[in-house]
């Protein structure tokens, strides 16, 4: 796992644009992307920038269940306000978990599908939650293997209710990728910042890798960069890059 301590989330904005840019020129073609304030200040420099997303693909990692589309709080109206209505990149080559599927089960297999089809996940975005959850795979007994409908635990839905009138309108359940799913991206790219998640930070960097800290498992992956503030980063006991 390659640690990058920077300043502030605007400088991990630019990291990150970085090592898109460098994915991009590899030939990478399809993006598993993140919501939440982690990654807003890495797509404003996306939206700044000169790339071309024509021939990409995004699959996103999960949505709220029982969020229409045109919700404000849904993720796919957070990604097409902060990234997709200011880029190239074609609508019938944006994914997500739908939310309002009458059959999870079903949708969690549609899902998993569609990133087979689009050849896998080449750069996977990450937040990581004060619970060291990855998309919604809470702490739980086992790592969830593939797309799942998810009960949300009371600390993510506190966590969340910032973005909602109140706790109480914040759904209970969610359509995430897996733990398995998020594992067979080729880099994996996670961002953190802010002193609430120094805790989750090192138990996920320096823990042991169980299911009860999901972020865990991302020790095992070949191919981590992990970008901090300081804040985020200053319980990590290991030398980070400057």
Do not use: W
């Not at 700044?48 to 021939?55: A, I, W």
């Not at 635990?153 to 506190?158: C, D, G």
């Not at 914040?170 to 953190?192: D, K, N, Q």
């Not at 800290?213 to 503030?229: K, Y």
């Amino acid at each position: 796992m390659k640690i990058i301590q920077v300043e502030n989330q605007v400088e991990g904005g630019k990291v990150a644009l970085e090592l898109l840019k460098e994915k991009l020129a590899q030939g990478a073609k399809t993006l598993g992307l993140a919501t939440g304030s982690s990654p807003e200040e890495f797509y404003k420099q996306i939206v700044e920038s000169d790339l071309d997303f024509s021939e990409m693909t995004s699959v996103n990692l999960d949505e709220y269940v029982g969020l229409a589309e045109d919700d404000p709080q849904s993720y796919h109206r957070f990604m097409h306000e902060n990234l997709f209505n200011h880029v190239n990149m074609r609508r019938d080559r944006i994914f997500f978990p739908n939310g309002m599927a009458a059959d999870a089960a079903r949708e969690a297999e549609d899902y998993e599908a569609r990133i087979a089809a689009a050849g896998g996940i080449d750069m996977q975005l990450l937040g990581i939650g004060r619970n060291a959850h990855i998309g919604f795979n809470e702490p739980d007994d086992a790592f969830a293997r593939t797309t799942h409908k998810v009960a949300l635990k009371e600390s993510t839905i506190e966590a969340n209710a910032r973005f909602f009138s109140s706790a109480a309108e914040v759904p209970r359940e969610a359509m995430s990728m897996g733990i398995g799913t998020i594992f067979r991206a080729r880099h994996i790219v996670l961002l953190a910042s802010g002193a609430e998640k120094a805790e989750a930070v090192r138990d996920a960097v320096e823990g042991t890798i169980t299911p009860r800290v999901p972020a865990s498992i991302l020790q095992l992956h070949p191919c981590v960069t992990l970008i901090v503030d300081h804040a985020a980063g200053a319980l990590l006991s290991g030398k980070s890059e400057p």
